[in-house]
C-alpha cells in the first residue's frame, strides 16, 4: 500500500518561504503522476501544482511564478517551495498519487488522485 507523509508546513508572514515534503514508500516513485493540493476551511480541495513522469509540471494559476513543485529520486521525495506566501495561502497542503498520466483539466481534480498524505498545515498572516 502506498503511503505518503508530508512535512514543512508551519506559520510564516506574508512575503516568506516554506519548503513542503512528501516521502513516499510502497511504491516506484519514479512511475507516478503526484500533485500538491490543499484545503482551506470551509471551501473544497484545490490543486495547487503537479509534477509528471517526464519531468513536465503545471500549477494554478493563483500560485505560478511563487512556487515550484520538484522531485528527489534518490530519496523518492516530492517538493513544494512556496515563496512570496500570501494570506491567502493559508490551508492544509496534502500530497497525492495518481494511478495514470494526467492531462488538461483531470490535473488537478482531486478524484483523479487515489492516494493521499494527512496533511501540513501552512499558515499565513498578514
Known amino acids: 500500500q502506498p503511503q505518503l507523509v508530508e512535512s514543512g508546513g508551519g506559520s510564516v508572514q506574508a512575503g516568506e518561504s516554506l519548503r513542503l515534503s512528501c516521502t513516499v514508500s510502497?511504491?516506484?516513485?519514479?512511475?507516478?503522476?503526484m500533485g500538491w493540493f490543499r484545503q482551506a476551511p470551509g471551501k473544497g480541495r484545490e490543486g495547487v501544482a503537479a509534477?509528471?513522469?517526464?519531468?513536465?509540471?503545471t500549477y494554478a494559476d493563483s500560485v505560478k511564478g511563487r512556487f515550484t513543485v520538484s522531485k528527489d529520486y534518490a530519496t523518492k521525495t516530492l517538493y513544494l517551495q512556496m515563496n512570496n506566501l500570501r494570506p491567502e495561502d493559508t490551508a492544509k497542503y496534502y500530497c497525492?498519487?495518481?494511478?495514470?498520466?494526467?492531462?488538461?483539466?483531470?490535473?488537478?481534480?482531486?478524484?483523479?488522485?487515489?492516494?493521499w498524505g494527512q496533511g501540513t498545515q501552512v499558515t499565513v498572516s498578514p
Open positions: 509534477a509528471g513522469v517526464d519531468g513536465s509540471t
Open positions: 510502497g511504491y516506484f516513485f519514479n512511475n507516478y503522476y
Open positions: 497525492a498519487r495518481a494511478s495514470r498520466p494526467l492531462f488538461g483539466s483531470a490535473v488537478f481534480r482531486p478524484d483523479s488522485y487515489h492516494f
